[in-house]
């Protein structure tokens, strides 16, 4: 039996060190990491306030730089790991840069695609939910825990 380093847990773990990058940096602790042939070639997490921008979220980072990584809009044959359920404008750019696999630390109840877009992506889209969903979920909680005291 060989193990893969290079597993859901694994990526899922680099994309947590972006979002906690973010949380450093005051923001909402999202972070996502594209992968290409086990290979990350693109990192973001949240800066919606250091740009001053409600576009600049994790995944929109993490997409313009694996799109400017390999010269090409379009990312078939890869995956991108995030913390947190994309809202519907990532949903959306995921979904347009032709990203096949979509794996989701944890849930969000009030701006997830899911709520909104559930059919956004199309059908051949593999997507899975709760990887390091405790891990992914008790950044989020402890950081609005502490925004609202």
Same mark, same amino acid.
């Given at each position: 039996?060989?193990? $893969?380093?290079?597993? $859901? #847990?694994?990526?899922?773990? &680099?994309?947590?060190?972006?979002?906690?990058?973010?949380? #450093?940096?005051? #923001?909402?602790?999202?972070?996502?990491?594209?992968?290409y !042939? $086990?290979?990350?070639?693109?990192r973001?997490?949240?800066?919606?306030? &250091?740009?001053?921008?409600?576009?600049? %979220?994790?995944?929109?980072?993490? /997409?313009?730089?694996?799109? !400017?990584?390999?010269?090409? &809009?379009? *990312? #078939?044959?890869s995956?991108?790991?995030? +913390?947190?359920?994309?809202?519907?404008?990532?949903?959306?750019?995921i979904?347009?840069? %032709? /990203?096949?696999?979509?794996? /989701?630390? +944890?849930?969000?109840? &009030? @701006?997830?695609?899911?709520?909104? +877009?559930? =059919?956004?992506?199309?059908? =051949?889209?593999?997507?899975?939910?709760?990887?390091?969903?405790?891990?992914?979920?008790? /950044? *989020?909680? $402890?950081?609005?825990?502490?925004? @609202?005291?």
């Open positions: 039996m060989s193990l $893969n380093p290079f597993n $859901n #847990e694994y990526f899922m773990k &680099k994309a947590y060190e972006e979002a906690c990058l973010a949380l #450093e940096q005051g #923001e909402v602790p999202v972070g996502a990491v594209v992968v !042939n $086990n290979q990350i070639i693109g973001g997490h949240n800066q919606v306030e &250091k740009m001053n921008d409600v576009t600049s %979220h994790a995944e929109i980072i993490a /997409i313009t730089a694996a799109s !400017n990584y390999l010269g090409s &809009k379009y *990312l #078939e044959d995956r991108i790991y995030v +913390t947190l359920e994309p809202c519907v404008m990532c949903a959306a750019a979904s347009f840069a %032709h /990203i096949e696999h979509i794996i /989701i630390g +944890t849930k969000d109840p &009030k @701006r997830g695609f899911s709520l909104y +877009t559930p =059919k956004i992506f199309p059908a =051949k889209t593999k997507m899975r939910f709760g990887v390091m969903q405790e891990l992914c979920n008790e /950044i *989020l909680l $402890n950081f609005f825990k502490i925004k @609202r005291t």
